[in-house]
């Protein structure tokens, strides 16, 4: 039941934030020497006014095949953790966070890889007249018959080092948000209370690893025009620090948190709402519990 629900809230999560992620990679990877926009209002504007609006969704193939199974992976392994953990505590909503965090990287690196290359194809072009990739998947098939398995997975070690912490956040502080709020399910405020848990879950992983993401999204669109800029993660770090200085691990800030609000209060209200009807109906469960054997006699339950 986890994971469907968890397939649920990453197709809606996906609908809601595209836009603001394909801003967020344009900002963190243009050219600090002949930049193309000035911040993330221009850069939205500048996409819609030359690529038009469908420019803010290029690349969406890829999370929607992608983001969906890896939501599903989240949800349902740290469930499955938290389980084998048999206490529901903050660290082991942390533990539990990172686990699934680390798993899904598998998926989620050759998805991101196609998304931010997809994103960055015909940047600035209404038409692109020139095309190095049909779709999501043709970038995948390219990249493998030109550097193997190695290419596919270009910014592993950098999306492992984003995702194991930043899940671990993102769980952790969804669970403390909560069990401060309150959710009970003849709560009239309830929804509104998920989606402020969610959405500042979002932001606050985000926060935990932004500057690794800043590297990831470098190394992944490096090569885009045929030239390779960095030799790995420690020569990416030192260039960009060199041209940009510490503002250049900042980059697309902005936009991401923006996205990480309501991307993020959709995720955790769908998947929290799925669980509790479910379960209510099936197990009868009427908290919001992930199941009977994490529930401890705590003054406030978690809503997972």
């Avoid at 038009?52 to 740290?78: C, D, E, H, R, W």
């Avoid at 942390?94 to 598998?106: D, H, K, M, W, Y």
């Avoid at 309150?182 to 509104?192: A, N």
Wanted: proline letters at 5%; a positive charge.
């Amino acid at each position: 039941m986890d994971y469907v629900a968890g397939c649920l809230g990453g197709a809606v999560g996906v609908l809601v934030g595209h836009p603001f992620d394909t801003v967020k990679v344009r900002l963190q990877v243009q050219n600090v020497d002949k930049p193309l926009y000035r911040g993330t209002y221009h850069c939205f504007q500048s996409i819609v006014r030359q690529e038009s609006i469908l420019g803010l969704y290029k690349g969406i193939g890829s999370p929607m095949m992608g983001l969906t199974f890896i939501n599903a992976i989240v949800f349902g392994v740290q469930g499955t953790v938290m389980r084998q953990l048999g206490r529901d505590s903050p660290l082991n909503q942390f533990l539990a966070g990172s686990a699934a965090g680390t798993i899904q990287c598998v998926i989620c690196c050759p998805m991101e890889l196609a998304k931010t290359r997809m994103q960055m194809q015909g940047t600035g072009e209404y038409k692109s007249t020139r095309k190095h990739y049909k779709n999501s998947l043709d970038c995948l098939v390219r990249i493998y018959r030109k550097e193997g398995v190695w290419g596919i997975n270009r910014g592993m070690l950098t999306t492992l080092a984003r995702e194991a912490p930043a899940f671990g956040f993102y769980f952790l502080t969804y669970d403390c948000l909560t069990r401060s709020l309150g959710c009970e399910p003849d709560d009239p405020y309830m929804i509104p209370k998920l989606l402020l848990a969610g959405g500042m879950s979002g932001i606050a992983s985000w926060l935990s690893t932004y500057p690794v993401d800043v590297i990831k999204s470098r190394l992944q669109a490096d090569g885009v025009g045929g030239v390779l800029q960095y030799n790995g993660i420690l020569d990416c770090v030192q260039q960009s620090y060199r041209k940009e200085g510490w503002r250049v691990f900042t980059r697309g800030l902005t936009s991401t948190l923006l996205r990480a609000f309501p991307v993020n209060a959709a995720t955790f209200s769908t998947v929290t709402l799925f669980l509790m009807y479910m379960r209510g109906e099936g197990e009868g469960v009427k908290d919001c519990e992930p199941a009977p054997a994490m529930q401890q006699p705590q003054p406030q339950q978690s809503s997972l």
